[in-house]
């Protein structure tokens, strides 16, 4: 080999050396700039927010949507979110805009009546879901795939039922759950059940306890009870539901593993009784 072409091979060398490895593809979900403790515990988050009212529908009772403002930032998850038992959608109005604020599209929604059970619950979450993504004036803002469910006390319960219909779920926070039915072992959707130590309306030994341990083993869920609350715990600002319900939607509606920290390993402190998990994730 000559001079030459011993001097061509090792420039070669040296470049292919020296070349960057290609870039790594970032999460296409990922929406607003990396949290910290203090920015899901916020009451506002990065994304400005507007509302609008849907009047009832046959098939749900109508609602309020939240949205993040922006235009620029892509399309985003959507989640629908049902009151309790003899309860209107004021109840958990709370949630709709600190959700909102996080990167989703939210929608609170009433139901046909006030006595609906856990399962028409269920349903009426996946009917406002559909609106969302069909027919609302914002359906352009969502991303029809990456969506998910949570409910209060008979909504909470109606969430695992919306879970067990549609497994195209990403994920379902139900939230002091109340429900008959105990087993869901054929749950596929990632569920963060969230139970109060002192609720007596669903105490969480007969609700949130057995419908976390009935879920399977093989699916990414995980159980927090709020330290020395009630059933009604939910009905207010509350920053580690709202922490906790963030960091599990972001993960999983969004595949944003940013917010892992928060939920592995299990978080502890005053607030939290007990939580329970299944860390680390598979998904």
Known sequence: MSVRSVLAASLLAVVVTLAPAPAQAANPYERGPAPTTASIEATTGPFATASTTVARTSSFGGGTIYYPTTTTAG???AVSIAPGYTNSKSAVAWLGPRIASQGFVVIVIDTLSVYDFPDSRGTQLLAALDYLTGTSSVRTRIDATRLGVMGYSMGGGGSLSASKTRPSLQAAVPLTPWHTTKSWTTDQVPTLIIGAENDTTAPVASHA?????????????AYLELNNATHSAPTSANVTIAKYSISWLKRFIDNDTRYEQFLCPAPSGSAIQEYRDTCPHSV
């Open 209 to 221: 306890e057995p419908f976390y341990t009935s879920l399977p083993s093989t699916l990414d869920k």
């Open 75 to 77: 399309t985003f998850g």
